[in-house]
């Protein structure tokens, strides 16, 4: 694998978007932006995402949706993670439901997100092996 994530973020809110973009792009990960559910559709065929970063307060297609969208049982899926406004112990619940693995509640821990994708990358080079 390459040294480094591609990582779909999908917000739509342009000051929080551009925010997390830079963070993931310091902690050397390919990051591209996505503002709406299926802007983040279309990228997930083109990019080809190792993670997902996923709002679920979403125009039109909230984020739940394109996750079950993400998780098709024909595609080799991202690690979806929920970045949201949404804290409740039924918001967590719905995203499991959906397939999101993780649910982070924004502000999230900057170094959190570190963490959590610098795991994901040592696994996935492991399963390179």
Same mark, same amino acid.
């Given at each position: 694998?390459?040294?480094? +994530?591609?990582?779909?973020?999908?917000?739509?809110?342009?000051?929080?978007?551009? #925010? #997390? &973009?830079?963070?993931?792009?310091?902690?050397?990960?390919?990051?591209?932006? &996505?503002?709406?559910?299926?802007?983040?559709?279309?990228? @997930?065929?083109?990019?080809?995402?190792? @993670?997902?970063?996923?709002?679920?307060? +979403? %125009?039109?297609?909230?984020?739940?949706? @394109?996750?079950?969208?993400?998780?098709?049982?024909?595609?080799?899926? %991202?690690?979806?993670?929920?970045? #949201?406004?949404? &804290? #409740?112990?039924?918001?967590?619940?719905?995203?499991?439901?959906?397939?999101?693995?993780?649910?982070? @509640?924004? %502000? &999230?821990?900057?170094?959190? +997100?570190?963490?959590?994708?610098?795991?994901?990358?040592?696994?996935?080079?492991?399963?390179?092996?």
């Amino acid at each position: 694998m390459a040294s480094q +994530l591609r990582v779909l973020l999908v917000e739509d809110q342009e000051d929080c978007a551009v #925010t #997390t &973009a830079d963070l993931v792009s310091l902690y050397g990960h390919d990051v591209e932006i &996505a503002s709406n559910g299926s802007e983040a559709l279309r990228m @997930v065929e083109a990019y080809d995402p190792h @993670v997902v970063v996923l709002d679920l307060g +979403l %125009p039109g297609m909230d984020g739940h949706a @394109v996750a079950k969208n993400i998780k098709q049982p024909s595609r080799v899926c %991202p690690v979806l993670i929920a970045l #949201t406004g949404h &804290a #409740t112990s039924e918001d967590r619940r719905k995203s499991a439901e959906a397939g999101i693995a993780i649910h982070l @509640v924004k %502000p &999230a821990d900057p170094r959190q +997100l570190e963490a959590i994708l610098k795991g994901l990358k040592e696994v996935a080079s492991e399963m390179a092996l």
